[in-house]
């Protein structure tokens, strides 16, 4: 592996590092933990921007309302 390589590996390290140090002080100012700052976080974006993914198969419980509506 290259200098510049083993540099620019540790310096991603390094910013994981203190991105992880960041979000968790922030969290502790607000009495959260770094992954329930992060879900609430995720789940307000997710709200603005209309992202949840629908979950279960999406599919079936179509086939199923549409042959309970149907009534066969």
């Not at 290259?2 to 540790?10: C, E, L, R, V």
């Not at 992060?38 to 603005?48: D, N, P």
């Amino acid at each position: 592996m290259g200098q510049y390589s083993m540099q620019f590996n540790k310096a991603i390290s390094d910013f994981y590092d203190a991105l992880f140090h960041y979000i968790n002080n922030r969290g502790m100012l607000f009495g959260q933990s770094f992954e329930e700052l992060i879900s609430e976080k995720v789940s307000l974006k997710a709200r603005q921007f209309n992202t949840l993914k629908n979950t279960g198969n999406l599919y079936k419980e179509a086939k199923d309302y549409h042959r309970v509506s149907d009534g066969f």
